[in-house]
């Protein structure tokens, strides 16, 4: 397909269930705005491979078992927004989390006069997705994903995000988007919202 033209710098947020496409969409997105996916994943385990003072606490606490807790999270975003890929903008995902990663994420871009544009809600029908992560698990022999286990990932994602989700509707940042469907058409779909709000073309076409 053909995304729109490039567009100078952004700052987003993304967020989607488990098995919406979300990571193809974040791609395509960063690549119109020219910003750097950010992912809090993505960022552990590069610290981590690098060995890092931060990254070797993360080592720790992940090898433990336990939950990577909000100020080293914090201290790892901020460390990666400083880096020059971010100058102009940047897409994040899964982060933040929690109502308290929030607040220190407002600070963090004031701090800069900075602010989140917008965030990017892929919205789909719980049991279209998890009939297809079933399918697929099966497809790829991933017998020990049942199910449940899908299910259960389902509904922590919509327990975690049902806070920030309300937050970020009230500041009147939330665009919500039908994730399903071809692939090309939920990309269309993204632009066309985010050039209703004044972000970026919304000339995408398909091929």
């Known amino acids: ?9 952004g700052r987003f947020l993304i967020v989607g269930p488990p098995g919406v496409g979300k990571g193809t969409q974040a791609e ?4 119109v705005f020219g910003i750097p996916t950010i992912s ?7 610290n981590i491979a690098d060995g890092t003072p931060l990254g070797v606490e993360v080592k720790k606490i992940v090898d433990a078992g336990d939950y990577v807790p909000d100020s080293l999270t ?25 109502t308290d990663q929030v607040t220190y994420l407002d600070a963090l871009l004031a701090a800069n006069s900075h602010a989140l544009q917008a965030v990017i809600r892929l919205v789909a029908d719980r049991d279209e997705i998890v009939r297809r992560l079933r399918k697929r698990a099966l497809e790829q022999g991933r017998l020990d994903d ?7 990932r389902q509904d922590v994602y919509r327990r975690e995000t049902e806070p920030l989700i309300a937050m970020y509707s009230e500041r009147g940042l939330l665009i919500e988007v039908d994730g399903l469907g071809d692939i090309d058409e939920v990309t269309a779909r993204i632009f066309a919202a985010l050039a209703d709000r004044g972000l970026g073309g919304a000339g995408v076409a398909g091929g």
Request: hydrophobic share 40%.
């Open 74 to 98: 914090n201290a790892l975003i901020e460390d990666r927004l400083e880096a020059a890929d971010a100058a102009q903008g940047f897409l994040l995902d899964g982060y933040p989390r929690t």
């Open 28 to 31: 395509r997105i960063s690549q």
């Open 146 to 152: 049942s199910e449940e286990a899908i299910i259960h």
């Open 40 to 46: 809090t994943g993505d960022i552990f385990r590069k």
């Open 1 to 9: 397909m053909t995304l729109p033209a490039p567009h100078s710098g």
